[in-house]
């Protein structure tokens, strides 16, 4: 489960990482009284996934009538899809160069991995495609832990000097702490900026935490103030679910694909009305899965896209059989399958007349179709 770049940033204040002054904002009078201590702010949609400044969901304000004007329009609306309940208004920092920190985890060999660039502000894997030579990347064994020397060497490499390379390395150590204390999937800073003024901060900041790690931090996401109804109600269960405007509910094991589950739904004209994840130790959960995405009225069709690695596509199916069986599933279901445990995962489901596809671009065609009928 991600958290909001709030809820993260809070988290990298207590454990050092210097951020901007800010606060949170669910109403055009909040983002108002924030400002006033503020001056020049950038304006930041809290949503789950990047990419938030192309898409417009970063807006700059120089003073109060501006800054009502972005949060006016920003609250309530949507960015990448996602409904932007509220807004962190933080301190205009003045950039002089953006980097990239990022660590993450490598569970085949049990390490951890982590990530440099002195080409910040990008996204990691268009970085990653675009520019892989500007990637410094130092495989650490979990029981040993970053060592101050190895972050120096990564921070040199992204090019800081100086006070700043003394300065970086403390913050990728910062970083590592915060990914190690939270078993966090990935925790990252893109971009840590180095102001004018010559000192670093935190700009963004992005940790995912394994649902099941989840349980073992109460102190963290206490805040559910911006969730929907639903959206807390399946966090009460432990799933990652956020609720969307269309008609197709979306499950699918992992973030990634779920992302790629949206992107097919909208290249055949369908709009999702949520997306909900079920992995790490989640996936048997997809009886429950069902029963939340179903709660949202608006649904008309439900489409399941698995990828089977860890969690297997036999138990995720044996999860939608089960719901099936109890007379749970009301709306269609469609459903694609690939990887671990596939060919047993779609015996059970076609055994039960659910339409089973390979080919997940299909698959979401076909649900476009069918939320398109009614
Ligand atoms: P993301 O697009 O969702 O990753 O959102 P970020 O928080 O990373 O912001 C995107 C970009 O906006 C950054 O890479 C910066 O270039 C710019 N940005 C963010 N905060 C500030 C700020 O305080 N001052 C200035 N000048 N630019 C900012
Ligand atoms: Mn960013």
Known sequence: MRLFEYEAKNIFKENGIPIPRGGVAKSVTEAERIFKDLGPSVIKSQILVGGRGKAGGIQFAENEAQLKAHAKKLLGSQIRGFKVGSLLIE?????????????????SQGKAVV????????????????HPDQIIQELVDVRRGLRPYEAAEIVRKAGL?????????????????VFWKYDAEVAEINPLVVTREGSLIAADAKINIDDEALKRHPEIRQDDEFLTDLEQEARAHNLGYVEMDGEIGVIGNGAGLNMTTLDILRYYGGEPANFLEVSGRTYMKAEQAIEIVLKNPKVKVIFGNFFGSISRCDVIAQGLAAAIEKGRVTKPLIVSMRGNGAEEGRRILSSLGIPIYENDRIAGEKAVELAKRG
């Open 115 to 130: 990530l440099g660039s002195g080409k910040g502000g990008i996204d990691i894997e268009e970085l990653a495609r675009t």
């Open 161 to 177: 000097q100086g006070k700043n390379l003394t300065q970086g390395a403390r913050i990728l150590g910062q970083l590592y702490d």
């Open 91 to 107: 301190e205009k920092l003045d950039i002089e160069r953006e980097l990239y920190l990022g660590v993450t985890i490598e569970r």
